[in-house]
């Protein structure tokens, strides 16, 4: 077992602090690497603060994670020292089921997706993410980054590239095809700029007009407030396909209505209340509503490889680990452009 440097939450209530805590020793699949940039996303404050349910403290958050090789397993034939590479939201699954034959492992049936961190690894021990200086995963379940992003760019990418990308290629984004984004945060902002770099034509739904600039500068044609009610009845049966990335429980009736006949709503959030939908909205132009949870390991590699291809990289506020705190209250006050991503080489 190696020790390394890491921000911990101790409780729901108390601020991350410093401390250490163990890797395992690297097992001939594996592949060690010092991380040297995490990304800071909402499920993380979530976790931490215990309000996605039970969190076994001390928890080290942290599922955005770039770094270089250090040392890899006898049998590992994917990586070697000193690659560039990533680790997004989960670091096994049971490898058996339907989804992870069909390399869909967030939606392992078997084990389930064991999380980056607050799961239990096959050794039985709390998996612990990215706020640390080092961090060991089966080669399985680590992703290559392309030259062409750097490694802070890429943190990001592995939970909210991922979110974005896959739902947007589930439902064939590309030419030809009107694409809402709802929310233009960490997650919407990479909507906005994968979806265009597909070739769809791309409007942001916004509560105001705030950040319309930096929408129409990311690549969106339109851009709209939802405070607006003229939003609901000028745009009725415009999109194909709307993201939403805003975990609020929306009106449901006045954006179904937005969809073409066949069109998609895709949940990317998880809202605190169960949603109300009605079914008017579904039944009338044959609508469907859907969820869609970040994506697997071959399609997080396709993204990276897409994102590397056509230049799209996050837009991100880079940050000092004694940072977090701060950070954290920042990005529930959605005072962030887009991401925050922590530099680990000071921690
Ligand atoms: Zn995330
Ligand atoms: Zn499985």
């Known amino acids: ?30 592949v060690a690497f010092d991380i040297h940039f995490a990304g800071i996303c909402h499920s993380d404050i979530h976790t931490v603060r215990a309000e996605w ?10 599922h955005e994670i770039a770094g270089i090789v250090t040392e890899v397993g006898s049998d590992v034939t994917k990586y ?25 492992e967030q939606y392992c049936t078997g084990i389930g997706m064991v999380g980056t961190y607050n799961g239990v690894g096959r050794d039985g021990q709390p998996t612990q993410g990215g706020y640390s200086g080092a961090i060991v995963v089966d080669e399985k379940y680590v992703l290559d980054i392309p030259d062409a992003i750097s490694l802070d760019a890429a943190a990001p ?16 984004a590309g030419p030809g095809k009107k694409v809402a984004v709802i929310g233009l945060g960490g997650l919407g902002h990479l909507a906005v700029k994968i ?23 990311l690549g969106a044609t339109d851009y709209r407030a939802t405070s607006d009610r003229d939003t609901f009845t000028e745009l009725q049966g415009r999109f194909d396909l709307i993201l939403n990335t805003v975990s609020a429980n929306l009106e449901l009736a006045d954006y179904l209505k937005l969809l073409k006949r066949d069109g998609t709503l895709v949940e990317l ?53 004694d940072y977090i705190n701060e950070a954290y209250e920042r990005v529930l006050a959605s005072d962030v452009r887009y991401r925050f991503v922590i530099d680990i080489s000071t921690i």
Not at 53 to 62: D, M, T
Not at 82 to 104: M, P, Q, T, Y
Not at 159 to 167: E, F, N, Q, R, V
């Open 1 to 30: 077992m190696s020790t390394v440097t890491a921000y911990a939450a101790t409780s729901a209530t108390d601020p991350l602090s410093k401390t250490t805590i163990t890797r395992r020793d690297v097992g001939p699949h594996d």
């Open 195 to 217: 979806a265009v770099a597909m070739g769809a034509e791309v409007t942001v739904l916004s509560q105001s007009l705030k950040k319309m600039e930096d929408g129409l500068r």
């Open 53 to 62: 349910g039970q969190v076994k403290y001390p928890i080290v958050p942290g």
């Open 157 to 172: 990418l592995l939970c909210a590239g991922i979110t974005t990308y896959s739902p947007l290629h589930h439902w064939n």
């Open 269 to 321: 959030g998880m809202p605190e209340n169960p949603m109300e939908v009605p079914a008017g909205a579904l039944v009338f132009g044959r609508r469907s509503i859907a969820g869609s949870l970040i994506g697997g390991i071959a399609e997080t590699q396709e993204m990276l490889d897409f994102c590397a291809e056509h230049g799209v990289a996050p837009e991100i506020e880079v940050i000092n680990p």
């Open 80 to 104: 070697k020292v000193g690659d560039r590479v990533g680790v997004g939201c989960f670091v096994d699954s049971c490898r058996e089921c339907e989804s992870c034959i069909a390399g869909e």
